[in-house]
């Protein structure tokens, strides 16, 4: 997470949704960041516990904006980012795993810990479902948050991909594409209705 008194503005970190390259360009201008296990804070952690810490310390109450991805290609990053020969664990790791097989494992109901990932959806909302960012980006569409960072900050700034999960086929079967859909039918809502926005959501909270 980071956060920009001067422009008014918080980043909500979604992740597999390009944080990195986000992180990198702006984390310089950033009064404050949140690293390691609060790098992904939750945006209801946030709007309950340190929106009111900025208002009464500050005086600021900034918009909070984030990047939001198609649900399986999120799911297909996880994948990947999980089969890295780098990863020791092997109670984390996919590598011996099909596609079909994580995503079985992430909607389970007791999932094992290599598909413990959560979900964008729980992290942008409220336990009542209402989005808490007042910006939500389309990643496929990355020019549009180009443009609104490009506006808030007076430059320009490239988002330049950054630690990118290995290139590995991942096909997923037509019955669970339908299941995904089901049980994440809001996660796919909220994308979805970002992408009838043109990429860039604008919400009041």
């Not at 959806?121 to 409220?126: A, P, Y």
């Not at 007076?154 to 669970?176: I, M, Q």
Request: glycine share 2%; proline share 5%.
């Amino acid at each position: 997470m980071l956060i920009f008194l001067k422009q008014s503005l918080v980043f909500i970190a979604v992740p597999k949704t390009g944080t990195t390259a986000i992180e990198t360009a702006l984390s310089r201008k950033a009064d404050i960041i949140l690293a390691r296990d609060r790098k992904h804070l939750t945006a209801q952690r946030f709007h309950r516990q340190i929106a009111p810490f900025l208002d009464k310390t500050f005086g600021a109450t900034p918009d909070r904006f984030a990047v939001i991805r198609h649900p399986e290609e999120q799911l297909r990053s996880w994948y990947r980012y999980r089969m890295r020969d780098s990863l020791k664990d092997p109670k984390r790791t996919t590598h011996f795993l099909s596609f079909d097989q994580f995503v079985q494992d992430v909607l389970s109901d007791q999932s094992p810990r290599h598909a413990r990932i959560g979900s964008q959806f729980r992290i942008l909302t409220s336990a009542r479902k209402a989005l808490l960012v007042h910006h939500l980006f389309a990643y496929e569409q990355p020019e549009k948050l180009a443009a609104f960072l490009q506006d808030r900050f007076g430059e320009t700034f490239s988002l330049k991909r950054k630690n990118v999960s290995p290139p590995v086929d991942a096909p997923l079967s037509d019955d669970l594409r339908a299941r995904l859909k089901a049980e994440r039918c809001d996660e796919y809502a909220l994308y979805e209705k970002v992408v009838a926005a043109g990429g860039h959501l604008v919400n009041q909270i």
